[in-house]
């Protein structure tokens, strides 16, 4: 069966590997460690460091920034047929200096092209903005998109204003004149309603609650309806909670419509249509259940299959999707609805489609 | 097929375009209005939402706008919002302006309704 993962971490040893690709003034003064880079506010508890523990560079660092690795241990071990490339250095979270951080974003860019996406034809790759400029950040995504290997523009979660607000239209507009999906992950900086919680299992079981935010603000500040081509998926933040998300979206909706006449549909019709949800991590729930959340959500093509390689909490393609599915639903979360998502050609699908029917 | 029965219930000038007009219908309430138009509108007095009682709500139009600061009405004194969860209703055609919740129905129940010699007839 062929194997869509839709979200793969690759990184850089350390900041200073930008330095060649930035441009001056920021060249010398990453290359004279003049910012070392971001560190989250807090530590790991997994053996791992984060990571699964089973995966070290040769220097014994933990971040992956050796396609070879990536190649290893996802393409070639689980036959993947497509892999997003997701990064985890979002200069977004600069909270000033935006034009260090518009051009670290470019260089970061171009290092994943020449890098990465050149290293081996099953990846694909994810636009990094400033999202703080964005101005800057669409003029980065209209330079990229001429990459055929960008797929999609990354929206790290800012942990202030969410990405409904209408000062961050310029880059939705840039992703929809480029015909580019826009992917919502997670950060170090991502807060819950209270913060970040006050230990690392509890930052990270708010993780949701961070992309419900975003959920809401994009649907309900009009987005959707501004841009009715663009298509949105939202990483790492499981999926369990739609239907609640949808049914409150909606009963709100019917109650005050005539404050925000400019949304058009029903928010589950616009999250059904055009709203993606990565089911990694996934929560070990039973066959029942799952299928009891797909029918509540209403649709069997909004969940697609994600690894999170190499983080911890890494889901493995021949486990994570419950076996006890049918077949055509494993099909469309495994494959098909990121295939249709990003407008993949997938070697043999049709054999593959009519083979599973 | 028996002919509906007529019931005499108020005055056509008590009936005003934006104005929600109670009058006892057997032991419920029917809400009257007129839409722009002249024509005059007699509903079931309970909402097919969750049964407030309609008379407390208000007559509206269609609030339209494609961004913040621009939202314009159309079609005033067409559309009824439910005095308890504001859901809106077009009194043209009953129907919920946004669609029902799935399985649900959740239409305006419209009795027929005309003027005669100044005064205002349902039939049921
Ligand atoms: S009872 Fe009328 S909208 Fe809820």
């Known amino acids: ?357 | 097929m028996s002919a509906a029965t007529r019931y005499d219930v108020c005055a056509a000038e008590e009936v005003r375009v934006g104005a929600l007009t109670p009058v006892p219908f057997g032991r419920a309430t029917l809400v009257l209005t007129r839409l722009p138009c002249g024509s005059l509108r007699a509903l079931a007095g309970r909402c097919p939402h969750q049964g407030a009682a309609l008379q407390f709500g208000c007559v509206t139009g269609l609030m339209e706008g494609e961004c913040d600061g621009a939202i314009a009405e159309s079609r005033a004194g067409e559309v009824l919002r439910c005095p308890w969860h504001g859901f809106e209703f077009d009194l043209a055609s009953g129907e919920p302006v946004v669609a029902p919740p799935a399985a649900r129905r959740m239409r305006l129940r419209f009795f027929d309704v005309s003027e005669e010699a100044g005064r205002v007839i349902v039939s049921k």
Do not use: C
Not at chain 1, 206 to 214: D, K, N
């Open chain 1, 1 to 357: 069966m062929p194997l869509i993962d839709t979200d793969v971490h690759e990184s850089f040893a350390g900041v200073k590997d930008l330095v060649p690709y930035l441009k001056p003034p920021y060249k010398d003064w990453i290359a004279a460690g003049a910012w070392r880079g971001f560190s989250q506010p807090f530590a790991y508890t997994s053996p791992g460091n984060g990571n699964r523990a089973d995966v070290t560079n040769p220097d014994g660092s933990a971040s992956v920034s050796d396609p070879a690795l990536i190649k290893r241990d996802v393409l070639d071990a689980y036959d993947v047929t497509y892999a997003l490339l997701t990064g985890y250095f979002y200069p977004t979270g600069l909270k000033m200096q935006y034009g260090l951080a518009s051009a670290m974003a470019a260089a970061y860019n171009d290092m994943v092209a020449e890098k990465w996406l050149s290293f081996d034809d099953r990846l694909r790759g994810s636009i990094q903005v400033n999202a703080r400029d964005p101005e800057a950040a669409a003029r980065e995504i209209d330079r990229m998109a001429t990459h055929p290997a960008m797929v999609q523009v990354m929206l790290p979660v800012v942990d202030d204003i969410a990405y409904g607000h209408p000062y961050y239209r310029p880059i939705f507009a840039a992703a929809d004149r480029n015909d580019l999906v826009v992917a919502f992950h997670h950060t170090v900086f991502a807060e819950g309603p209270y913060g970040m919680g006050l230990s690392y299992m509890e930052r990270h079981s708010l993780i949701p609650l961070a992309i419900m935010g975003q959920v809401i603000s994009i649907i309900l500040n009009g987005v959707f309806d501004a841009f009715p081509k663009l298509r949105f998926i939202m990483l790492e933040g499981g999926f369990s909670w739609l239907p609640h998300v949808m049914w409150r979206m909606d009963r709100e909706y019917r109650q005050g419509r005539v404050e925000v006449p400019w949304i058009k549909k029903l928010p589950s019709q616009h999250a059904r249509e055009r709203l993606r949800l990565a089911t990694q991590p996934s929560e070990d729930i039973s066959n029942e259940a799952f299928l009891k959340v797909v029918d509540l959500i209403g649709t069997d093509e909004l969940l697609v299959f994600a690894t999170d390689y190499p983080h911890f909490d890494f889901d493995d393609p021949d486990a994570a999707v419950p076996k006890g599915l049918p077949e055509e639903l494993r099909q469309k979360i495994l494959w098909k609805n990121a295939a249709s998502l990003y407008g993949f050609d997938v070697p043999g699908a049709g054999a593959v489609a009519e083979a599973a029917e």
